[in-house]
């Protein structure tokens, strides 16, 4: 966000803005007034750094200079001379290249340097990921998370995309999970946080401690509610509408077990957690037979029986092709021409 | 008629002697080179200088020249003629407590009075730009050269745009900072 604000000031600068960007600037410049701080400080420091790129004044006397030199005839004794110096200084020169360019790369280096770790895993695997606190995440198939070596900002910041477990160590630094606009900031608790970018909604539940839910709407960070253990929120990201309550937490985490439980949930979101705890993939040939909602719970079961349990509470059939099923109405069978 | 050839053809005409070739990629770049140059040298006649003198060995030089790019070719030719010429004149190391000295100059000058004027917040940016880190000042600086582009930046210092726009904005969040310090520090004192 603030990367971006400085693009549309420089560009606003350099008179190369788009209208779309000169509406977004606007927008950006009247929600607050630091924004417009920001925005007269950049400008002032732009239009002082041009000033410092002054122009040629002896361009005239530079090129008649020039026009002497390329006159001359050429002496042949001196031109020997001449060219191992040359060359003396072009070796000499191309050292000092070197040696500045690995300089300026060490230095660019330097101050780019908060160094991340990302770790992903894959559909069908859980990871099990020891953060620099101690703090623990147990991280779902086709989930990543990405955090800076060493924590040693003035928070704990996590960038999460898909589903984790998180057992946080108390510390007084709060331990931020970033998952698009949608922040979870804890202490030291223990919760859930789903939130698939493809899935446009992040789900938070708590099982111990008191966890913060914020939203970062038009550029700034608002509480959306406070949760208690057992408490659940789900937020719609695409229109911002948000519903929470009562659940089992321990139920909602139990994938960190192998132990999936769904209360009244549509049967697309549960193929989705098929898909990221097997790794496979599940697709229905109709769309509208993924919004039956079902209830129901596997325990460490096997991937046949999964898929056996969906069908007979969906009522659909299913068939399976290699590590890919396709939901079917039951006098159906079901396959893609893409593969 | 020469005004409508491609760098790469005057480069090309170089071979035959054609002083009028030297002279139009002379006008060309002459300008923006001398304001590359500075970015380095700090100092404008000596950025000249730096320039004239690279016009000359492109001369002396024009029988081994095959450049495919020719623009990216005096971009970085001038970049490091300017670096290898502070070496020369052992500039480029200032000692820190110089810097130091320097920042508690500009705060010196803080006068309330000299704040609202527009024209000291100017020489003050000015100041703070030479203590900002090599690359960010650099990048800074650069992106002020006429006609030189995120790209040829990028180019000439060999890293990637991202990091040229990167560099960009950091530097001028640091100014920022740096700004409000030398306030905050002016009015405590």
């Known amino acids: 966000m603030e990367e971006q604000s400085y693009r549309l000031i420089t560009a ?6 788009s209208d779309e960007g000169l509406t977004q600037l606007r927008e950006w410049i009247e929600e607050s ?23 040629p004044l002896n361009q005239q006397k530079s090129w008649a200079g020039i026009q002497q030199y390329i006159n001359q005839p050429l002496k042949a004794k001196n031109t020997r001379i001449l060219r191992y110096k040359w060359l003396a200084a072009a070796a000499i020169l191309l050292a000092v290249c070197t040696t500045t360019l690995a300089w300026y790369k060490h230095m660019l280096n330097a101050f780019t340097s908060i160094e991340y770790a990302e770790v992903k895993s894959v559909n069908g695997r859980h990871t099990k990921v020891y953060l620099p606190d101690s703090s623990v995440v147990y991280l779902s198939g086709g989930s990543k998370i990405k955090f800076a070596k060493g924590f040693d900002g003035k928070t704990r910041n996590v ?3 898909g589903e984790a477990f998180f057992d946080v160590v108390h510390q007084a630094k709060p331990f931020i999970v970033n998952s698009g606009k949608i922040s979870t900031v804890v202490l030291g608790t223990s919760f859930n946080v789903k939130a698939y970018s493809s899935q446009q909604k992040v789900t938070v539940t708590v099982n111990s401690g008191k966890v913060g839910v914020l939203a970062t709407v038009n550029g700034k960070r608002k509480l959306v509610k406070y949760l208690t253990p057992d408490e659940q929120i789900e937020i719609n990201t695409l229109n911002g509408l948000y519903a ?3 659940t089992d937490a321990h139920a909602v985490s139990g994938w960190i077990n192998n132990d999936l439980s769904f209360y009244n949930t549509a049967l697309k979101d549960i193929a989705q957690s098929i898909e990221h705890h097997y790794g496979v993939h599940i697709d229905f040939t109709d769309p509208e037979q993924g919004h039956v909602k079902l209830t129901t719970k596997f325990d460490n079961v096997s991937l046949k029986q999964v898929m056996q ?11 399976q092709k290699g590590n890919q099923f396709f939901f079917t109405n039951t006098n159906q069978k079901g396959g893609s021409i893409m593969r | 008629m020469y005004l409508q050839l491609s760098d790469e053809e005057l480069v090309g005409l170089l071979k035959v002697d054609d002083h009028l070739a030297l002279e139009n990629l002379f006008n060309r770049y002459y300008k923006s080179l001398c304001q590359l140059s500075a970015v380095y040298t700090k100092d404008f006649e000596i950025a000249e200088e730096v320039v004239a003198n690279m016009f000359m060995k492109l001369w002396d030089t024009r029988n081994d020249l095959n450049l495919q790019n020719v623009k990216g070719y005096l971009s970085v030719s001038i970049r490091n003629a300017s670096i290898n010429q502070l070496q020369r004149k052992k500039l480029v190391v200032e000692p820190i407590d110089e810097v130091a000295h320097q920042l508690s100059n500009i705060a010196d000058e803080l006068t309330p009075l000299n704040i609202i004027t ?8 000015l100041k703070l730009i030479d203590t900002l880190p090599t690359s960010q000042r650099e990048v800074l600086l650069m992106s002020h050269v006429d006609n030189l582009s995120k790209h040829e930046i990028a180019a000439i210092l060999d890293i990637s745009v991202r ?4 560099t960009l904005y950091q530097s001028v969040k640091k100014l920022r ?6 306030y905050n520090s002016a009015a405590s004192n």
Do not use: C, H
């Open chain 1, 12 to 17: 606003y600068f350099e008179k190369t803005i």
């Open chain 1, 33 to 55: 007034p630091a924004n417009l701080a920001q925005f007269s400080e950049t400008i002032q420091i732009l239009e002082a750094s041009k000033a410092y790129t002054a122009q």
């Open chain 1, 159 to 161: 960038q999460l995309n």
């Open chain 1, 244 to 246: 929470f309550g009562q």
């Open chain 1, 309 to 319: 349990t969906l069908s007979e509470l969906s009522g659909l059939a299913y068939t």
């Open chain 2, 118 to 125: 527009g024209r000291e917040s100017y020489n003050r940016i």
């Open chain 2, 163 to 166: 990091t040229v726009e990167t």
């Open chain 2, 177 to 182: 900072l740096l700004l409000k310090d030398s």
